[in-house]
């Protein structure tokens, strides 16, 4: 699965800025997709992640009320997910990650098993000044 991340840039503190996340290859096997957020001197942390079948959305916290993700939006072999970033504060200036969680099931012997893979975008930097 390759990701490919759009939308990051620079605002000023109540603004808005939305992100895109374009997920090619291998497709078909996508369980998730989502977000994730590094700033400087911190973890990588959950933003929002979404699931492809029933679209039931997970949202951090500190995002709540002022992020929406949407629908995985599935066209042919790439599927799309969006980030609407509202009412944005200093402190969610990041690098905001695509990420996407593939999931596939087999039989080994009379035994089933689940592998998962996780999969990252290269990261697009959301400033946001005060």
């Known amino acids: 699965v390759q990701l490919v991340e759009s939308g990051g840039g620079w605002v000023q503190t109540g603004g808005s800025l939305r992100l895109s996340c374009t997920a090619s290859?291998?497709?078909?096997?996508?369980?998730?997709m989502g977000w994730y957020r590094q700033a400087p001197g911190n973890q990588r942390e959950l933003v929002a992640t979404?699931?492809?079948?029933?679209?039931?959305?997970?949202?951090?916290n500190s995002v709540e009320g002022r992020f929406t993700i949407s629908p995985i939006s599935k066209d042919s072999a790439k599927h799309t997910v969006y980030l609407q970033m509202d009412s944005l504060k200093p402190e969610d200036t990041a690098v905001y990650f695509c990420?996407?969680?593939?999931?596939?099931?087999?039989?080994?012997?009379?035994?089933?098993?689940?592998?998962?893979?996780?999969?990252w975008g290269q990261g697009t930097q959301v400033t946001v000044s005060s």
């Open positions: 979404i699931t492809s079948a029933d679209n039931n959305a997970d949202y951090a």
């Open positions: 290859e291998n497709t078909s096997s996508i369980h998730m």
């Open positions: 990420y996407a969680l593939t999931r596939t099931f087999r039989f080994e012997g009379t035994h089933g098993r689940r592998d998962d893979y996780e999969y």
